[in-house]
T-cell receptor, first 113, second 110 residues
Framework: NAGVTQTPKFQVLKTGQSMTLQCAQD?????MYWYRQDPGMGLRLIYY???????DKGEVPNGYNVSRLNKREFSLRLESAAPSQTSVYFC????????????FGPGTRLTVL | QKEVEQNSGPLSVPEGAIASLNCTYS??????FFWYRQYSGKSPELIMF????GDKEDGRFTAQLNKASQYVSLLIRDSQPSDSATYLC??????????FGKGTSLLVTP
C-alpha cells in the first residue's frame, strides 16, 4: 500500500498563477484533510472532507478551494496564488474509527514568487 | 480561539534518559489528544493517542492526560538519538478538525 500520495513534491509559481495539488489515499478512509505548515505557525487545517461528497472549511480556507473527486482523491486548488501561500502543504486521511488518527502524505513544498 | 501550547525547545536530553514533553490546551470541551512526531523535512507521523484521563503506555512512550488541568504530556523512556525530532501535540474538541500546537524540538545527544 502506498498510503497517502501527493503530487507534485515541489512547485514554484508566480503571483496570480493557479495550480491544483493532488492527493490520493489507498486505505479506504472516509475522511481527508489539507493542512499548511509554516515556520513558527505549526500545522493549520485548510479544508477537510468527512466523507465523499462533503467538504468543510478549516482554520485558514481563504484563497483555496477543494474537490473531493471520489473516496480516494481530494484536491486543493489555488486560483490566484499569492506570496502568503508559500508553504508546505500536507494531505492526510483517517478512518471513521478515529478521525484524529491521521495518516499524512509526504507534502508539497510550494513557493510563490 | 482554541489554543494548544507547547514549549518550542529545543529540549536536549542525553541518550538513555527520559524525555518529557508537555502540552496545554484551552478548550475544556476537548475530547481526544494526539502526539505526532515529525522528522526534519518529513511529514507528521502519529505515535500516541489518549482519550481518557490517566496514563497510556506503548513501548517506550507514555502519554499522560489530566483534563482537569487541561494538560497532556508525552514521556519517552530510554531516549535514543533516533528520537530527535519535533513532537506535535494535537487536540480535537469534536468531529474531525485537529488543532495542533507548534511543536517541541527534541534533541537526544549520544
Amino acid at each position: 500500500n502506498a498510503g497517502v500520495t501527493q503530487t507534485p513534491k515541489f512547485q514554484v509559481l508566480k503571483t496570480g498563477q493557479s495550480m491544483t495539488l493532488q492527493c490520493a489515499q489507498d486505505m479506504n478512509h472516509n475522511s481527508m484533510y489539507w493542512y499548511r505548515q509554516d515556520p513558527g505557525m505549526g500545522l493549520r487545517l485548510i479544508y477537510y472532507s468527512a466523507s465523499e461528497g462533503t467538504t468543510d472549511k478549516g482554520e485558514v480556507p481563504n484563497g483555496y478551494n477543494v474537490s473531493r473527486l471520489n473516496k480516494r482523491e481530494f484536491s486543493l486548488r489555488l486560483e490566484s496564488a499569492a506570496p502568503s501561500q508559500t508553504s508546505v502543504y500536507f494531505c492526510a486521511s483517517s478512518s471513521d474509527r478515529g478521525p484524529g488518527e491521521q495518516f499524512f502524505g509526504p507534502g508539497t513544498r510550494l513557493t510563490v514568487l | 480561539q482554541k489554543e494548544v501550547e507547547q514549549n518550542s525547545g529545543p529540549l536536549s536530553v542525553p541518550e538513555g534518559a527520559i524525555a518529557s514533553l508537555n502540552c496545554t490546551y484551552s478548550d475544556r470541551g476537548s475530547q481526544s489528544f494526539f502526539w505526532y512526531r515529525q522528522y526534519s523535512g518529513k511529514s507528521p507521523e502519529l505515535i500516541m493517542f489518549i482519550y481518557s484521563n490517566g496514563d497510556k503506555e506503548d513501548g517506550r512512550f507514555t502519554a499522560q492526560l489530566n483534563k482537569a488541568s487541561q494538560y497532556v504530556s508525552l514521556l519517552i523512556r530510554d531516549s535514543q538519538p533516533s528520537d530527535s525530532a519535533t513532537y506535535l501535540c494535537a487536540v480535537s474538541s469534536s468531529g474531525y478538525a485537529l488543532n495542533f500546537g507548534k511543536g517541541t524540538s527534541l534533541l537526544v545527544t549520544p
